[in-house]
């Protein structure tokens, strides 16, 4: 099978005789074996097989190889949330004394992880505009510079990230590039494609889709040769005296880095999703391909509205023509980008509060990228943590709004955005 929305329905789970149909949740800390040498073998990474769900459990890792399977890559891990995906993406490759690169314009979240969080722990970020040139991001790398990370379409910017032009600089220097691809999703951007090593996502947007469930997933390309560049990723190029000795990218090839953050980051983390949400985010992966076209359409009708409105002030949506980032996006999102999009409205501040209460059917809620329609305003909720220069830095203008365009009928999305624009 080779396309994204067949991969969608029948990669991971694929039954045998007598099995079931769907996705069973093996909802069990532990697995069985006979004998105490089989067990040990496990443990020895001599064997492959399940002995405990921190480390791995059959209905995580069917989701996991599902998700792999529609990015195009090799294999792929769950866990709790974006935000766990997110650090153990650098964090399996970055250890304290290290440096990495960010796009600025990220996730709030993502953001701070990386700039306070991860800076306590002895990791350095710099953080770069996403338009800077090849010849200036070249600037930034440094000797201890592990890794480059940003976001497809980034949130709430919603702006397009040119993966061609950080690949080829991340390679330059020797280094993997993470991408966040969870608002295009891998029906409309496979990162990988693209020169991406590394993709995550938090699972909890358009993939879970209903807004049931909180997980992340982190793929791996298999692609990046982390024996070729010695000690510079000793993590994973070294023997792990926590592990027996392994030395990850000798024993295990292409599919060193996920087995790496497997047996040693979720071993002694331990952020797993739970298998039941697995398992919901397993139906959300059947149906995301005719989801996401349905956003897309319902989004580009809501942005044209949006743009004709003389209350508007400005439209951000990558898909309109008029938008400076209409041609990355045809050409990393030919379908179409996502269901989200922002905008902001002429006159002062509470003309934004009367217009988002006003609301009838789009609900205020911190949560975006799921069935139903729903707004925010980042500056006074998801990036209230950020300085007003920090702001500026990751393209986030005070009057933001976000939009996350649902899969509802769109005459009753305009209807509702039409008597909510009567109020002001
Ligand atoms: N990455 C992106 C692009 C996000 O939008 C979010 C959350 O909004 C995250 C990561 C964090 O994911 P989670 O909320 O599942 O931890």
Redesign the pocket.
């Known amino acids: 099978m080779t396309k994204v929305a067949t991969k969608g329905l029948h990669e991971g789970w694929v039954p045998k005789k007598g099995e079931p149909r769907s996705l069973p949740i093996y909802q069990s800390t532990t697995f069985k074996y006979d004998t105490s040498e089989e067990m040990g073998r496990l443990f020895d990474l001599e064997d492959s097989g399940y002995f405990y769900s921190r480390l791995q459990n059959p209905t995580n890792d069917a989701v996991a190889a599902k998700i792999a399977a529609m990015e195009g890559g090799v294999a792929g891990m769950l866990t709790s ?6 650090f153990f993406a650098v964090f399996n490759i970055c250890e304290a004394g290290d440096h990495f690169i960010a796009s600025s314009a ?2 709030g ?2 953001y701070n992880l990386f700039g306070v969080t991860m800076k306590k722990m002895g990791i350095d970020v710099t953080f770069v505009d996403p338009e800077i040139s090849e010849e200036d991001l070249q600037k930034e790398f440094k000797e201890n510079t592990k890794c480059v990370f940003g ?1 497809t379409i980034t ?1 709430p910017t919603v702006s397009i990230f040119d993966i061609e032009k950080f690949a080829k600089v991340a390679h330059q220097n020797g280094v993997p590039l993470i991408v ?1 691809n ?2 295009a999703t891998p029906v409309n951007c496979q990162p990988i494609k693209w020169g991406a090593d590394i993709v ?1 996502h ?4 358009y993939m879970d889709g209903h807004a049931s469930g ?3 997933a982190i793929v791996d390309s298999g692609n990046f040769n982390w024996l070729q560049y010695g000690d510079k990723f000793s993590g994973l190029t070294t023997p792990d005296e926590s592990y027996h000795g392994i030395t990850y990218a000798k024993k295990f090839g292409k599919l060193a880095y996920i087995t790496k953050a497997t047996a040693q980051l979720m071993r002694d983390l331990g952020p797993i999703q739970s298998p039941q949400n697995a398992f919901y985010l397993n139906l959300g992966l059947e149906s995301l391909a005719v989801r996401m076209k349905q956003h897309c359409q319902n989004a580009l009708a809501v942005a044209k509205y949006l743009e004709q409105n003389e209350k508007v002030a400005w439209v951000k949506y990558a898909d309109l023509p008029s938008s400076p980032y209409h041609e990355l996006a045809k050409k990393y999102c030919p379908k179409g980008t996502c269901g989200v999009l922002s905008f902001g409205l002429k006159g002062e501040r509470e003309k934004a509060e009367i217009f988002m209460d006003s609301l009838k059917l789009a609900s205020i809620v911190t949560h ?2 799921d069935a139903k329609t729903c707004l925010l305003h980042p500056a006074s909720h ?1 990036h209230r943590q950020m300085s007003d220069e920090q702001l500026k830095a990751a393209g986030v203008a005070p009057d933001l709004i976000r939009f996350s365009v649902g899969l509802e009928d769109i005459e009753d999305i305009l209807a509702d955005l039409k008597q909510a624009f009567d109020k002001i």
């Open positions: 949330s974006g935000q766990a995906a997110n990220i996730y979240g993502t976001e949130n966040d969870t608002f995550t938090s699972t909890t947007k909180v997980g992340g975006v990228a998801t």
